[in-house]
């Protein structure tokens, strides 16, 4: 892409599996140029995460890569061979960014600690994800997303109630991890325009999601109150959650006072019922309330329910399963579909970045994306951009 905020900028991304290559890709959405170095024994852990896999038998891709390496270049290199050695120092001493996720101690021992990414170019900024941080009494352990979602407290939040603790259906703390990655790599250039010095950007699975407790978390580091899984039903709002109707179920968000006003008719109670008066009342006779609603919504279907409650300014939707977002009207106007030609595959529908940019004048800038790269498929020209045979 070479029309992007951050165009000029080079990044060297080091990382595999799903945080590190996230931040990356959100980096190379703005306009960086990302050269992602693989190993040549099958490069990136995603490339065989599957099935589905897609393409030409004798060229196989895996969605999953597909989910998170758009924007990039690939090149191979065994960074434990003198090749891969010489080639990775002359891409680091042009380089703005370097992104890693390897496990603490596994950069020094390949002859790239952070002091040496230093020597060699003074204004790098390394970006340094891992799973439950580089320090600490725990600081060693591998970490897999799944494993840091139980561990960092999301797991006990999520599911139909406490006694079944429920992963979140994509890997959450690797996407968060990733975009505080990017986040930070933005701040660390910003700054390096007034120092002229790049700096290690650090953080982890674990910062990510407890980084995204929220209210749960203030909710026992202030209140002394630990928050359990509930299902669909709000814990500090009500009504607020997926209730049950005629043909399925509809989510609906009275988040104020004045949206309950506007609700409690549709559903035969009048606004100051005492037993739902306030907010407080209603959360803590949540499923007497719940109950009152369903009855309501019993005889209506979504269609109905939805139509009535935009007339009457209360948010309300529906639960759309995956191919009704992709073909959704909203969300191609959003500009989260993109369509990019594949080396193997052809021209194929990607989710397009979450960033809109307009400019001063109102026009808004488009991007040119690029597909995420074979295994190797830059390795001549990056070889001869950097001079080599």
């Given amino acids: 892409m070479t029309n992007g905020p951050l165009h000029g900028v080079l990044v060297v991304d080091l990382s595999r599996a799903l945080a590190g290559p996230h931040a990356a890709m959100m980096l190379g959405d703005l306009g960086a140029r990302v050269i992602k170095v693989e190993h040549p024994d099958g490069g990136d852990d995603t490339r065989g995460w599957g099935p589905p896999f897609v393409g030409p038998e004798d060229a196989r891709e895996s969605t999953y890569f597909l989910s998170c390496?758009?924007?990039?270049?690939?090149?191979?290199?065994d960074l434990k061979s003198e090749d891969g050695w010489r080639l990775l120092t002359r891409l680091v001493e042009r380089a703005d960014v370097l992104v890693e996720n390897f496990r603490p101690g596994v950069l020094d021992r390949l002859g790239f600690s952070f002091a040496r990414l230093h020597e060699l170019n003074p204004r790098l900024v390394i970006l340094s994800i891992t799973g439950f941080g580089h320090d600490g009494p725990e600081g060693g352990r591998a970490g897999y997303d799944q494993i840091l979602q139980g561990e960092a407290g999301l797991m006990s939040l999520t599911g139909p109630g406490p006694d079944q603790p429920t992963r979140i259906g994509v890997p959450i703390g690797d996407l968060l991890a990733g975009m505080y990655g990017a986040y930070g790599v933005v701040a660390a250039l910003y700054e390096r325009a007034r120092t002229g010095r790049g700096k290690v950007v650090r953080t982890s699975l674990l910062a990510a999601i407890v980084g995204v407790h929220a209210f749960q978390g203030t909710k026992y580091t202030v209140a002394g109150q630990v928050g359990r899984a509930q299902g669909n039903l709000h814990p500090s709002l009500q009504p607020y959650g997926t209730y049950?109707?005629?043909?399925?179920?509809?989510?609906?968000?009275?988040?104020?006072?004045?949206l309950w006003a506007r609700f409690a008719p549709?559903?035969?109670?009048?606004?100051?019922?005492?037993?739902?008066?306030?907010?407080?009342?209603?959360?803590?006779?949540v499923a007497e309330l719940t109950e009152v609603i369903e009855r309501a919504f019993a005889a209506r279907t979504v269609a109905e329910l939805l139509a009535e409650l935009l007339e009457a300014g209360v948010p309300a939707g529906e639960v759309r399963t995956l191919d009704?977002?992709?073909?959704?009207?909203?969300?191609?106007?959003?500009?989260?579909?993109?369509?990019?030609?594949?080396?193997?595959?052809g021209r194929v529908q990607l989710p397009g970045p979450p960033l809109r940019f307009q400019d001063t004048d109102g026009r808004e800038q488009r991007f040119d994306h690029q597909a995420p790269p074979t295994l190797g498929q830059h390795d001549a020209a990056v070889r001869e951009w950097l001079g080599e045979s």
């Fill in 244 to 258: 049950r109707c005629k043909d399925g179920v509809i989510q609906v968000a009275v988040g104020s006072e004045g």
């Fill in 69 to 77: 390496n758009r924007n990039k270049e690939s090149v191979r290199l």
């Fill in 266 to 285: 549709l559903i035969g109670l009048a606004p100051d019922d005492p037993r739902f008066a306030t907010n407080a009342q209603r959360v803590e006779r």
């Fill in 324 to 345: 009704r977002v992709y073909t959704w009207e909203q969300t191609r106007s959003q500009g989260l579909v993109i369509e990019v030609d594949h080396a193997t595959l």
